[in-house]
Nanobody, 120 residues
Framework: VQLVESGGDSIQSGGSVRLSCAAS????????MGWFRQIPGKQHEGVAT???????AYAPSVSGRFAISRDNAKRTLYLQMRNLKPEDTAMYYC???????????????WGRGTQVTISL
């Protein structure tokens, strides 16, 4: 499956952005999907996961500000981000995961990502 991220933006601190991730094939069979982010020189950091029953989990740094959702009919994963901070600045990626076990193990390949830049 190919995943294409979109929706990244450059905004001021406190603002909101909604990211989308479009899949090339049916997402109903994807047990778990997730969002990651990466800054230059660092490894991918797991941000949020959602299983095929709609159960969600978040990294502590984004809990209460980010919301992950999925629409299998549209083959699309979303990440609504609110109250954004400069430390949220990163390239954001979506990925299918082996499981929603908090280990954020990507079971596919990385896409191009979408850049989110937050300024003071």
């Amino acid at each position: 499956v190919q995943l294409v991220e979109s929706g990244g933006d450059s905004i001021q601190s406190g603002g909101s952005v909604r990211l989308s991730c479009a899949a090339s094939s049916d997402t109903n069979d994807m047990i778990c999907m997730g969002w990651f982010r990466q800054i230059p020189g660092k490894q991918h950091e797991g941000v949020a996961t959602i299983d095929n029953k709609g159960h969600t989990a978040y990294a502590p740094s984004v809990s209460g500000r980010f919301a992950i959702s999925r629409d299998n009919a549209k083959r699309t994963l979303y990440l609504q981000m609110r109250n954004l901070k400069p430390e949220d600045t990163a390239m954001y990626y979506c990925a299918p995961l082996y499981s929603c076990d908090n280990e954020f193990r990507n079971s596919g390949s990385w896409g191009r990502g979408t850049q989110v830049t937050i300024s003071l």
